[in-house]
């Protein structure tokens, strides 16, 4: 029984996690795996079996003991759903020749970048962080950059829409044929994703996305309006 409880409970918090915060392939991209591996093995795991040692039925402190249970599978199910949910994909910026994908905590101005973003609660809200022309501006950023480690797609200041910004992002996109003819095991990925979205492959192109993980992706664009298509796991760095 409890264990049949803890799967209800788990399944519930699964069901917004994958379909929510993290809809594909974003809990691949953000690397938010341990966190999971902690609340499922301590909720699902641990608290059931805990319960099968120790409940005997007339036992003298079985209430204290369930309780101690019961704290313990709260207290694990409350920090993973909170680190999950912080840690959750909300801003996917194109920077220079890359989308970065990041969280509330990875931008200097929070409040502005979801003012940027408004009506984007589900997937990630796709923005471009464009160099200013200001040659002064543009030496305090470099600056800003060396000595706090703050990047340019980190400040929602410089952010513009992607339809208004598409040009920019295109300019450093790169042909999927690159890709393919590279690595075999990629060119397998691209071209069944190239099939589910019946898409050509000289309409796409791609531009590289990165995150905490060391792994990288590439994302698919259409190549004359930069609407993105699908994702790939792939890596677009180990390219000629």
């Given at each position: 029984m409890h264990f049949l409880i803890s799967l209800t409970i788990v399944s519930g918090l699964l069901a917004v996690i994958?379909?929510?915060?993290?809809?594909?392939?974003?809990?691949?991209?953000?690397?938010?795996?341990?966190?999971?591996?902690?609340?499922?093995?301590?909720?699902?795991?641990?608290?059931?079996?805990?319960?099968?040692?120790?409940?005997?039925?007339?036992?003298?402190?079985?209430?204290?003991?369930?309780?101690?249970?019961?704290?313990?599978?709260?207290?694990?199910?409350?920090?993973?759903?909170?680190?999950?949910?912080?840690?959750?994909?909300?801003?996917?910026?194109?920077?220079?020749?890359?989308?970065?994908?990041?969280t509330d905590r990875d931008v200097t101005d929070p409040q502005l970048a979801r003012g940027h973003c408004q009506g984007h609660w589900r997937l990630p809200c796709v923005m471009v962080a464009e160099m200013p022309t200001d040659a002064e501006i543009r030496e305090a950023l470099l600056f800003r950059s060396v000595e706090q480690g703050i990047e340019l797609e980190q400040q929602p200041e410089f952010w513009r829409p992607l339809d208004e910004a598409m040009q920019g992002v295109l300019d450093r996109a790169r042909p999927l044929q690159a890709i393919i003819d590279h690595d075999q095991n990629a060119a397998e990925s691209v071209n069944k994703m190239l099939l589910r979205h019946d898409r050509a492959l000289d309409s796409v192109v791609y531009v590289p996305v990165v995150n905490k993980m060391p792994k990288s992706f590439a994302l698919v664009v259409d190549a004359r309006t930069a609407a993105t298509v699908a994702m790939v796991s792939v890596d677009p760095w180990d390219v000629n």
């Open positions: 994958f379909l929510i915060w993290y809809p594909a392939p974003f809990f691949r991209i953000s690397g938010a795996q341990n966190a999971l591996r902690t609340l499922i093995g301590v909720d699902l795991v641990l608290g059931p079996v805990l319960t099968a040692y120790l409940y005997r039925p007339g036992k003298r402190g079985l209430i204290i003991d369930m309780w101690f249970i019961a704290i313990v599978q709260l207290s694990a199910l409350a920090y993973g759903s909170y680190v999950l949910y912080i840690e959750r994909p909300q801003y996917m910026v194109f920077a220079v020749d890359r989308f970065v994908v990041m």
